[in-house]
């Protein structure tokens, strides 16, 4: 996962906690050390969470909690030929 950016979730970029679970995010500019709060979705039911900047939920420690960066998957196809003529100019 990425690491959780201020400035693509302000601009709608999709952010998942540690755990893949999504985040909706209520403001961005709450008072206090945890500006950033966000609605998880817990078991049954939905919690709302304070975040530091970072996206840290607990005072610097580790936690299921943390925001990230949802990653992209991306798709493409390759077409692979095998020449079955070797070039004597090599």
């Known amino acids: ?6 400035e693509e979730a302000k601009a709608g970029k999709p952010v998942v ?10 403001c ?3 008072k206090g050390l945890e500006p950033i709060v966000a609605l998880i979705e817990l078991d049954t039911t939905s ?4 975040y ?6 607990w005072d610097g420690k580790e ?6 960066m949802k990653s992209e998957i ?10 079955s003529k070797l070039s004597s100019s090599i």
């Open 28 to 30: 961005f500019d709450a």
């Open 17 to 26: 906690t540690r755990t893949g679970k999504p985040v909706r995010f209520l």
């Open 63 to 68: 936690s299921d909690q943390d925001l990230f």
């Open 52 to 57: 530091n900047e970072s996206g840290i939920f």
């Open 74 to 83: 991306k798709e493409g196809w390759v077409i692979a030929l095998k020449n």
């Open 1 to 6: 996962m990425k690491p959780f950016n201020l």
């Open 47 to 50: 919690h709302a969470i304070q």
